[in-house]
T-cell receptor, first 114, second 111 residues
Framework: GAGVSQSPRYKVAKRGQDVALRCDPISGHVSLFWYQQALGQGPEFLTYFQNEAQLDKSGLPSDRFFAERPEGSVSTLKIQRTQQEDSAVYLC????????????FGPGTRLTVT | KNEVEQSPQNLTAQEGEFITINCSYSVGISALHWLQQHPGGGIVSLFMLSSGKKKHGRLIATINIQEKHSSLHITASHPRDSAVYICAVGDYGGATNKLIFGTGTLLAVQP
């Protein structure tokens, strides 16, 4: 069966450009998470969706970061006016239930801002 | 101080050795996860546990809730076990069950 997919896998952006990163969760999964992983670090939480509702966006580092999941399936993480410190791997994970359940991770999108 | 601490940060072992990676945490949790990440690859969930011990093949994970400590053991290690192993805890009482991650342990198993 299909796992979590993310696109693009690699993205190079010039400083100041806007980027959009896509996540396709496992079909039927209720919960969707975005994480940011800097080089040599563990992932850090960005935001969480339960179906189409964004219940927690406490990890978004600035108002340049925006995420949506309008129909409760595919999600897009948008970064406006990218900065060099935004360079990282952006991971998406989905889970079939609301709490205390295994999360299934996508392969990540490696964003490099030059 | 990080809420999730792992040790060691780097580990080199010879094929066949018994390996232990430790994780300590300072927050209340609903569950603890052990994850595996290969270079350039995605993250794979190995275990999720909230008490006791779980075993899958050559991998064993234990947790002591009172001491806020977990260990991941690999028996009869093999070069294909080389990866980054990450401990993550589920946020207790939170509405989102977001994970808080350790920085990972880079394991290299030499033939």
């Amino acid at each position: 069966g299909a796992g979590v997919s993310q696109s693009p896998r690699y993205k190079v952006a010039k400083r100041g450009q806007d980027v959009a990163l896509r996540c396709d969760p496992i079909s039927g999964h209720v919960s969707l998470f975005w994480y940011q992983q800097a080089l040599g670090q563990g992932p850090e939480f960005l935001t969480y969706f339960q179906n189409e509702a964004q219940l927690d966006k406490s990890g978004l580092p600035s108002d340049r970061f925006f995420a949506e999941r309008p129909e409760g399936s595919v999600s897009t993480l948008k970064i406006q006016r990218t900065q060099q410190e935004d360079s990282a791997v952006y991971l998406c994970a989905s889970s079939p239930r609301y709490r205390d359940y295994e999360q299934y991770f996508g392969p990540g999108t490696r964003l490099t801002v030059t | 101080k990080n809420e999730v601490e792992q040790s060691p940060q780097n580990l080199t072992a010879q094929e066949g050795e018994f390996i232990t990676i430790n994780c300590s945490y300072s927050v209340g949790i609903s569950a603890l996860h052990w994850l595996q990440q290969h270079p350039g690859g995605g993250i794979v969930s190995l275990f999720m546990l909230s008490s006791g011990k779980k075993k899958h093949g050559r991998l064993i994970a234990t947790i002591n809730i009172q001491e806020k400590h977990s260990s991941l053991h690999i028996t009869a290690s093999h070069p294909r076990d080389s990866a980054v192993y990450i401990c993550a805890v589920g946020d207790y009482g939170g509405a989102t069950n977001k994970l808080i991650f350790g920085t990972g342990t880079l394991l290299a198993v030499q033939p």
